[in-house]
Nanobody, 123 residues
Framework: QVQLVESGGGLVQPGGSLRLSCVASGSIFGFNRMSWYRQAPGKERELVAHITSGSNIYYVDSVKGRFTISRDNAQNTVHLQMNSLKPEDTAVYFC?????????????????WGKGTLVTVSS
């Protein structure tokens, strides 16, 4: 089993910054992809950014130039640096990983979700 714990959410004024972190623990051989999603009140969950094992990075258009995703393989951690925050960034942010798990002789990929961390951008 893989557990994901997010941290770094909170209340920030428009134009401010926050850094989200997600630490993965468990029997993990590697990650195919590490992602951040968000879900605003009354809206569907949307992909914000992801980083693949080959370091390919994707951002949703609304955060390009403001958010940066990064990964620390040694610490099984993914970060989301969020700058120039806007009220419309207010949401619960979820970490998602596609991890390689299993045993040394039988490995497979599986998706895991964190419980989320609330980001509120308001004056």
């Amino acid at each position: 089993q893989v557990q994901l714990v997010e941290s770094g959410g909170g209340l920030v004024q428009p134009g401010g910054s926050l850094r989200l972190s997600c630490v993965a623990s468990g029997s993990i051989f590697g990650f195919n992809r590490m992602s951040w999603y968000r879900q605003a009140p009354g809206k569907e969950r949307e992909l914000v950014a992801h980083i693949t094992s080959g370091s390919n990075i994707y951002y949703v258009d609304s955060v390009k130039g403001r958010f940066t995703i990064s990964r620390d393989n040694a610490q099984n951690t993914v970060h989301l640096q969020m700058n120039s925050l806007k009220p419309e960034d207010t949401a619960v942010y979820f970490c998602n990983v596609n991890a390689v798990v299993g045993t040394f002789t039988q490995r497979y990929a599986a998706n895991y979700w964190g419980k989320g961390t609330l980001v509120t951008v308001s004056s």
